[in-house]
């Protein structure tokens, strides 16, 4: 038989042994390396940990993604920017320092193009929306180099006054309109009566949700004012749309736990508070 062979042929005892110590090196190798790949982080969570060629491999696989993405997002931009127009006819007239009035073409400023940030703010509430004040700190950041090529504002329903001292406790430069006494909110789908929301009635971001979070919502609105003085609006955003322009959320997207919004006690941006909430710097 084949084992009274083995047992008469040294040199084939010796392959036998020899196969079986390979064979159990190679499982003890394997099994390093799974212990390796699955080393246990600070976090109390497992997470791969490899060789810096591996790792460079799979930044490689995952470059070629972003790269998809960066170049889909540069087609959709150009959609966005051949979008159709539609005319703005009512005549908005909105509060500004020291209590003047501006109409809609007036807040364009040195250029023909505008964008308004939509802030929730009523003029019943203590404070405006903390997590639309996240989206202001970074656009804020970004206003020197944006007012170059548009004029950049926020309008809030609240009374100009309000308003006003908010921006100054946040030490915002973009500059601020009210809205109050106006249906411009309403009219651009950031403001809702109060059985629209007991309904629960999908009027916000173009009739696909319902929105319950107050009588304010978020969004933002692009126009364009032509030659002849007419002004049009190109472009609306509001809800998730609203993410690109907020760099926190590139940078926060970029480490290990993300934006940690699954689990008990949390939900989506409960980790956002006004910048001066914060514990700690």
């Not at 460079?56 to 993604?65: F, G, H, Q, W």
């Not at 006054?161 to 006494?181: N, T, V």
């Amino acid at each position: 038989s084949r084992e009274e062979r083995a047992r008469t042929n040294p040199s084939q005892q010796m392959s036998t042994k020899k196969k079986r110590k390979e064979r159990a090196g190679s499982e003890e190798e394997e099994s390093v390396s799974s212990e390796k790949k699955l080393k246990q982080t600070g976090d109390g969570n497992h997470h791969p940990v490899v060789s810096q060629e591996e790792w460079l491999s799979a930044r490689k696989i995952l470059l070629e993604e972003e790269k998809k993405l960066s170049r889909a997002a540069m087609a959709l931009a150009a959609k966005r920017q051949a979008m159709p127009w539609v005319e703005v006819t009512k005549n908005y007239e909105f509060f500004g320092a020291n209590g003047q009035k501006s109409k809609l073409s007036d807040l364009f400023k040195h250029t023909d193009e505008l964008v308004v940030y939509h802030l929730m703010y009523a003029d019943t509430w203590p404070n405006g929306c903390g997590t639309c004040s996240s989206w202001i700190d970074s656009l804020n950041g970004s206003y020197p180099h944006i007012k170059q090529r548009t004029n950049l504002v926020v309008v809030a329903k609240a009374n100009f006054q309000k308003l006003s001292q908010m921006f100054q406790r946040k030490g915002w430069d973009i500059p601020c309109y009210s809205s109050a006494g106006t249906s411009f909110n309403k009219d651009f789908c950031v403001e809702f009566t109060q059985k629209e929301r007991d309904l629960e009635k999908k009027c916000y971001n173009f009739g696909t949700s319902s929105f319950t979070f107050g009588e304010q919502a978020p969004g933002l609105t692009v126009f364009h004012k032509h030659a002849d003085g007419k002004v049009y609006r190109t472009y609306s955003t509001y809800g998730p749309g609203l993410v690109p322009l907020n760099a926190m959320f590139g940078v926060i997207d970029m480490i290990v736990p993300g934006r940690d919004e699954k689990g008990e006690n949390k939900g989506n941006m409960w980790w956002i508070k006004h910048k001066e909430e914060y514990s700690h710097d």
